[in-house]
């Protein structure tokens, strides 16, 4: 299968399952003392792979690799697989992520949109959002904002808002991620991390 990277702009995001023996984790997210980090992290393993539902139905696979390259796969990189079936539900619909993970070989991906993205970003910081636009979806103090066309996706915005003097730990998204109207606002005491991928 061919992949096609994605041009980065100034800022970067990103997201990640298996085959053969792994088990299911309810992943929280892992506090990594630096701003600048894996915006998903394998955590050790080989491979994580996290599903994406909208109301039921698949929306994405995100195949994120560990350190070293894996068969076909390259080290410290997301494989993006997206299907077009659930895109219209995307802001009217619950976004539920769960995830996988495992050494050994990976399962290969397909989809009717499929990309690579870099696994290693930088976090920046916000005052105000800096993105408008497309469904945004939250989770406690983290949210994911996802723009589309017709074909697919087309870019990807996480945030994080944390008490003041807090850094920005490792995004491991698991269960329900509501649909919520809207920019992300920064309440006083409180700061604003970001990163954000368009997907060409």
Partial sequence: MQWRSALLGAFVCSSLFTAGCY???????EDVGEVASPQLDPDGKSWRLFKLTLGGTLLARTLVIGDSNVGNYSAATEYWSVGTAALPALGTKNLVFSY???NGAPPSQSGAQTFALPRD??????????????SLYKNDNVYLRIAKSSNGLTRLTWYQVLPSGAVAANVVPSGTFLPVSGPVSVPSGHVGRYIDQPIQ
Avoid: K, M, R
């Fill in 23 to 29: 088990a299911p984790h309810e992943g929280d997210a």
């Fill in 121 to 134: 970003v930088t976090w920046s910081s916000f005052t105000t959002d800096p993105v408008s636009g497309g």
């Fill in 100 to 102: 996988t993970d495992g």
